[in-house]
């Protein structure tokens, strides 16, 4: 088990945009398999390599998991071909603390990719599928879902999250209920 640390706002990593996987190696492998296990220990829909503080486009989700491992989705530097339809989604996320805000995406995406044993792949997701996809997706380019709500609303929960540090509430005690 290498439980990885969970980087939250305003860590400046999650802003960093991601470098495109070079190589599948046992590096890549070992970062998906941390990846898969911390996010089964948040727990969370789905987590980014940069949101533990890895520059590598890599992304792990599972939107079911009364069982685990069953639609267990690794992919390596991922890329939507297609997109359709438009859906409002309440999304959270493991980086963003206590706090949740609908965000508008495509309702259906279609995604390139890379398994871990060097496979490249397609995905199609529909509804919450297509939603983790590309919120995972956005972490590789430095963007969070707050970047995506109205700048009045992103404002205030930034001012919250100052005056937590200030008085020095701990942020890992804050956690969503449903996490991507
Ligand atoms: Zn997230």
Redesign the pocket.
């Given at each position: 088990m290498a439980l990885r640390k969970i980087l939250t706002y305003p860590a400046p990593e999650l802003k960093q945009p991601a470098h495109a996987v070079q190589n599948i190696d046992a590096q890549i492998n070992q970062l998906v398999t941390d990846l898969v296990e911390s996010m089964y220990a948040a727990p969370?829909v789905?987590?980014?390599a940069p949101?533990v503080g890895s520059s590598e486009r890599v992304i792990v989700l599972d939107i079911d998991h009364e069982n685990p491992g069953k639609r267990l989705i690794k992919l390596i530097n991922p890329v939507v071909v297609e997109r359709e339809g438009s859906i409002v989604w309440e999304e959270g996320?493991?980086?963003?603390v206590d706090y949740t805000s609908e965000v508008t995406r495509s309702k259906r995406v279609l995604v390139r990719g890379w398994t871990p044993d060097q496979n490249e792949i397609e995905i199609e997701g529909e509804d919450l599928l297509a939603v983790a996809l590309q919120?995972?997706i956005d972490?590789l380019e430095g963007k969070?879902?707050i970047d995506r709500i109205s700048r009045l609303k992103r404002d205030l929960y930034k001012r919250k999250v100052k005056k937590w540090l200030r008085e020095g509430v701990p942020l890992e005690a804050k956690k969503p209920a449903v996490?991507?």
């Open positions: 969370g789905g987590l980014a949101q996320c493991l980086s963003v919120h995972e972490h969070l879902f996490s991507i």
